[in-house]
Every structure is written in C-alpha cells, then in structure tokens.
C-alpha cells in the first residue's frame, strides 16, 4: 500500500511555508531547507551497538566492499558517513576546523583512513556503489567505548534530546539481550512525531556464527536465540524484530578471493583427521602445515574459525565453485535476510520516515522561534500529523508493541500485519505470498475489512478494540483503493 507520496507533499510544502516565514532568520532558513533537502536524498540508516559488535563488518557486507576501517583507533572513533557517488572520495570534518579531502589508501582491498590527531566531527566517504543509492549507511563508533567523549558522540548523534536525530532509521547490533542494550534502545525513542515507535529500529543479533563456541550449526542456533528475543515484550517495544547476522561471513562471501577457495580445497583434499585436529581452534589451525602460515592467518582473519570450519564443511558438500561458495555462505549468513528486512521496514518506509524527521526538525523551529505569524504553521502540523494515517498507523504499533493497548493474541497478530508491522507490502499485509494475484489480494482484503467492521459494531468489543478496528479499517481501505487503481 503506497500512501505516502501525499504525506511527502503534504510535508514539502508545509517545509517550505516555514522557510519563507523565517526569511529574516538566515540560520533558520539554513536549518529548514536542509531537513528539506533531506527529504529528496536515500535514507539515512545509522549502524550502532557496542564495541566489537561487527558494526562496520555489517556495513562491508551491506555494501559488498571493504570500505569500513574494522580495526579499532582508524575511523572507528569517528561518526563516518557512507554515501553514493559517481567518483571516490574521503572526506574530514574536523569539530574545529575547515573540511578536507583524505588521499584514497588501499590496502588488500580495503579502504584505510588516517584521522590524524584532529577533533574529527565526521567523515563523508562518498563511493560508487549501487547499494548505497537507496540508503547512505553511517557507523558509529561502538557505545561503552574506553573513551566516554567518543560513546557520548554516538548517544548524541542518535538521541539527541534538543534536536531530531540525524539518522532515520538505526539497525542496532548486539551479541546478547543485556539491560544497556535496552536501555540505548529506550534513549533512541522520539520525544515528537508518532512517538515512541519501534518501526525505524532493527535489532540485530550480531557474529551469530560465534554462538555455540563456533559450531557449523552456530548460525542454526543463533536464529532460535533471536526468535526468542523478538518474542521479549521488552524488546519488541523497541525495535521491529529482531535478525541473527554473521557479517563476517557474510563480509568474506561477498568479497571472496579465488585463492581462498583454493586453499579451501587444498583443505578437502587434505587427510580428513589432520583437517579437523587443526580445526579444534584457531591457534592449532594458525600452525597447519598443510598451507603456509600467512595463508592460515588470512582465512582466520576473513573468515573466522567457524567460517573456515563451514567453508570446508560446504565444499565437501559439492559447493565446488567460488561463486557458489560464495553465494551459500552468504545465505547462510543471514545477511540475506536482512537485506529483505530492511528493503520491506526502511527502504519501503522511506518517504514516511524521512517526512516524520522533517516534521520535527520544523518541530524545533516552531517551539523555539514563536511568532504570531507562525501559529498557522503549528496547526497544519499538527493537522498532518493528527490526518496522515501512516502517523495513525505507527502510534497504534507502537501502543499495541508496548502493551497499552491489550488485544487477544489472534487479533493482535493479525492487526500489527495488517498495519504493516511485518512489511507494508500488500502481500505481507494481507498474509499472502509474494505471487498473489490481485483478485486473491483483493479477496484477502475484502475478507479482513468485513472481520474489522464486525469488531468494530460488536457491542460487547472493548473500547481499545474499537478505537484500533477504525485504524485497521482505514489500512484495509486503502489496500482495497490500491487494487482498484
């Protein structure tokens, strides 16, 4: 169901009745146009958690590159954007001085940036990638670093309580449910538009294929973990769902080297026993002679024990090509699954979620520059916000997410679905596969309205049932409106 090319322009030009209200207030119109301008670039997707969480694993993975520093005192300490382009380039904000271009190091393939010893606000690493055309992805540096300046960076570039956050969407990595997890989680929350809404937050069960001590069946177990924290009333509260990712598996599969599947052939064609002994940890394997030591010490790098173990385990299987190899370890990495989610949570919200931050960037504006003139401004905000039912549909997630607003667990399912809770998709809304026909769409759609309007003339329906039906109603509407069209 695409609604939201009206609430975009609904939002454009109540943005740009601001700017010309605020013309005698350069800084203002400066704000205002760039939370504008805003709205016409990709979405703006920050990747958070912990330190040694695998953020910027994640990020190369997402990207297909190794374009993210991951070794701990490079671009790790600073907040750096990544950005589509039609030509490489690096850039350095220092917090105290002019912008500058970095020189394009690369080594074995991956970007390397020296910062120096400046105060580094961010750095923009623009970089021709087709994924990055629809999401300019952002790493932070890891929360609960040593440094309490850089874990503060990231909380205030996130959660800013005086401004809107700079990101529209986070993807949180975290290696267990632990109470900090929760709480930067709660921290992240909107203090305005549709507040308190889990749809831009994703939680990600990250370096899955370490859990069990390394096993092949690591990343099986990792996604019974993960299926037991989406289901936390807690956790579901605050984020979307939850998805266990391996990104260095997932990293390594999209950016595998022909002379690494040799050597995982040279593996399989080793004796057996001798394999699997070397394979009992990483220091015996990192002292094989069956390859040179360099070669060893590469592939742990790379892959990891696991990712090894699984490689070699996958190639005996009759994974006997590069690509194919390549391709099976990304699939087994989870990544895939989180592309699809992101693609049906942010990529298909984006019109939404960047309206919704534009609306509180003129939020600020608005409560801190009070003027007569101005008045009419606050009303048709909150005309907007009170009218667009995708806001309509995000405050009833997130009360049905949070518990208050109680429904029988059948009914919950089928409202959060129909809301858009697991995609806004029409399929995923309606419960149908991907190759529905439109006459089994509108059928499903159909049936769905007539059970909501039943709800909502049962006289013996509570009142929060019946202020959710019409909601629900107004979403089954609009799928209908879709079909017809």
Request: hydrophobic residues 45%; proline residues 3%.
């Given at each position: 169901m695409n609604t939201t090319s009206g609430l975009g322009a609904s939002v454009r030009a109540?943005?740009?009745?601001?700017?010309?209200?605020?013309?005698?207030?350069?800084?203002?119109?400066?704000?205002?146009?760039?939370?504008?301008?805003?709205?016409?670039?990709?979405?703006?997707?920050?990747?958070?958690?912990?330190?040694?969480?695998?953020?910027s694993t994640l990020l190369n993975a997402l990207v297909g590159e190794e374009i993210a520093a991951t070794d701990a005192g490079e671009c790790t300490r600073a907040v750096t954007?990544?950005?589509?382009?039609?030509?490489?380039?690096?850039?350095l904000h220092p917090s105290d001085a002019p912008p500058r271009q970095l020189p394009i190091d690369r080594r074995d393939g991956a970007l390397r940036m020296d910062l120096g010893t400046d105060r580094v606000d961010r750095v923009v690493v623009d970089w021709p990638s087709q994924h990055l055309r629809t999401m300019t992805l952002i790493d932070t540096p890891g929360l609960q670093s040593?440094?309490?300046?850089?874990?503060?960076?990231?909380?205030?570039?996130?959660?800013g309580d005086e401004e809107p956050a700079e990101a529209d969407a986070v993807i949180y990595l975290m290696r267990h449910l632990h109470s900090s997890n929760v709480r930067f989680l709660e921290s992240f929350y909107d203090r305005g538009i549709a507040?308190?809404?889990?749809?831009?937050?994703?939680?990600?069960?990250?370096?899955?294929?370490?859990?069990?001590?390394?096993?092949?069946?690591?990343?099986?177990?990792?996604?019974?973990?993960?299926?037991?924290?989406?289901?936390?009333?807690?956790l579901r509260s605050l984020c979307q769902t939850v998805v266990p990712v391996s990104g260095l598996l997932a990293q390594a599969g999209r950016t595998m080297r022909q002379a690494e599947f040799a050597a995982f052939l040279e593996l399989v064609r080793a004796r057996r026993a001798d394999v699997e002994a070397a394979l009992l940890s990483a220091d015996r394997f990192a002292r094989y002679d069956g390859l040179e030591p360099d070669v060893c010490v590469d592939l742990l790098h790379r892959f990891g024990l696991s990712g090894v173990r699984l490689a070699v385990t996958l190639v005996r299987q009759g994974f006997d090509g590069a690509p194919?190899?390549?391709?099976?370890?990304?699939?087994?990495?989870?990544?895939?699954?989180?592309?699809?989610?992101?693609?049906a949570q942010f990529t298909a919200r984006a019109e939404l979620l960047k309206a919704r931050s534009a609306l509180l960037a003129l939020d600020v504006v608005l409560s801190r520059a009070v003027r007569p003139e101005t008045q009419a401004l606050v009303v048709e905000v909150e005309r907007i916000v009170a009218g667009a039912h995708e806001f309509a549909e995000l405050r009833l997630l997130s009360s049905l997410r949070l518990g208050s607003v109680k429904l029988p667990a059948d009914v919950l399912a089928e409202a959060e679905r129909l809301l858009g809770g697991l995609g806004v998709g029409s399929t995923t809304r309606l419960g149908l596969g991907v190759h529905a026909t439109t006459a089994e769409q509108r059928n499903a759609a159909l049936d769905a309205l007539s059970r909501w309007r039943r709800r909502l003339e049962n006289p013996?329906?509570?009142?929060?049932?019946?202020?959710a039906s019409r909601i629900v109603i107004r979403s089954c509407e609009g799928?209908?409106?879709?079909?017809?069209?």
């Open positions: 109540v943005m740009r009745r601001a700017i010309k209200a605020y013309r005698d207030c350069p800084d203002m119109v400066a704000y205002l146009q760039r939370h504008l301008d805003r709205m016409n670039e990709p979405l703006r997707v920050a990747i958070a958690g912990q330190v040694k969480a695998g953020k954007w990544y950005r589509a382009a039609e030509t490489p380039r690096v850039t040593i440094s309490a300046e850089i874990s503060a960076r990231t909380a205030g570039f996130l959660s507040r308190a809404t889990p749809v831009n937050t994703i939680a990600v069960l990250s370096r899955a294929d370490e859990i069990g001590a390394g096993r092949v069946d690591a990343l099986m177990s990792a996604r019974r973990i993960a299926r037991r924290y989406g289901a936390d009333e807690k194919k190899l390549a391709a099976e370890l990304v699939r087994r990495s989870g990544l895939d699954e989180l592309r699809e989610v992101l693609t013996l329906s509570s009142l929060a049932l019946t202020d799928l209908l409106a879709e079909f017809a069209d």
